[in-house]
Nanobody, 125 residues
Framework: EVQLVESGGGLVQAGGSLRLSCAAS????????IGWFRQAPGKEREGVSC????????YYADSVKGRFTISSDNAKNTVHLQMNSLNREDTAVYYC??????????????????WGQGTQVTVSS
């Protein structure tokens, strides 16, 4: 059974940092692309940052480039999202997702088959 469990969310002041983690189980980690998505109230789910399993290609949304860094620890089947210089626009529920192989569009949530339960990130001013 494929499982994705997010952790690391919380409340942080603007300018601060958080590190999200996605612990995966039930599949061969190297063969899957892993993505971080977020959804704010009243908004569509959007791709934040993603990493390909076999090729390691990464994607970052323009709004987080230079502030967020995605990394993969294959030995621990875990993907991290380091988020720095957070601002109020980063407030959302963050989800981890996985799909086998290399999706056509890493940032498209419809490409992903498995989802975690989400973790809340709240940035206060």
């Amino acid at each position: 059974e494929v499982q994705l469990v997010e952790s690391g969310g919380g409340l942080v002041q603007a300018g601060g940092s958080l590190r999200l983690s996605c612990a995966a189980s039930g599949f061969t980690f190297d063969d899957y692309a892993i993505g971080w998505f977020r959804q704010a109230p009243g908004k569509e789910r959007e791709g934040v940052s993603c990493i390909g399993g076999s090729d390691g290609i990464t994607y970052y949304a323009d709004s987080v480039k230079g502030r967020f860094t995605i990394s993969s620890d294959n030995a621990k089947n875990t993907v991290h999202l380091q988020m720095n210089s957070l601002n109020r626009e980063d407030t959302a529920v963050y989800y981890c997702a996985a799909v086998a192989g290399s999706p056509w569009d890493l940032a498209d949530p419809d490409e992903y088959d498995y989802w975690g339960q989400g973790t809340q990130v709240t940035v206060s001013s």
